[in-house]
């Protein structure tokens, strides 16, 4: 018997797809004394650790000159919402090579409408009526 079974997966339906190398922007809804409030985290995903009601996700940013990650649980109440911001071409699962880069080494190059993961996105309908048909 597994965790799995026992416990059920409730979706959140703000959190639309996204992978390693995007860089997205995530509403987390944190507590502060007596108050809650929600608070935005936005940065570029190092990694997705699947597993179930377990999934996380690691989100970098640089902070005043500093490297902060942090993993946020997928399937979390407290997180409102996410937004990708834009998505990113990448060829590994795991990003943890962008630790040691600083400045633009650590830039990760912007995936454009057919290229990578075999999906297209970002194709409007005025794209889509323009792109020549085979």
Do not use: C, W
């Not at 018997?1 to 339906?13: A, D, G, H, R």
């Not at 989100?59 to 409102?80: K, Q």
């Not at 409408?113 to 309908?125: E, K, T, V, Y």
């Amino acid at each position: 018997m597994n965790v799995e079974s026992l416990v059920p997966i409730q979706p959140n339906p703000n959190i639309p797809e996204f992978g390693p190398g995007d860089t997205i922007r995530v509403h987390f809804r944190i507590t502060e004394g007596g108050r809650e409030r929600v608070q935005v985290f936005e940065g570029t995903v190092l990694r997705i650790q699947r597993g179930g009601p377990s999934a996380t996700f690691t989100v970098r940013r640089i902070s005043h000159g500093v490297g902060v990650e942090r993993t946020f649980p997928l399937y979390s109440p407290r997180i409102e919402k996410v937004e990708v911001v834009r998505r990113g071409r990448v060829r590994r699962a795991r990003l943890y090579y962008l630790r040691e880069r600083i400045g633009r080494a650590a830039k990760v190059k912007e995936r454009t409408a057919g290229s990578g993961r075999g999906m297209a996105f970002n194709l409007g309908a005025a794209e889509a009526a323009e792109a020549p048909e085979a």
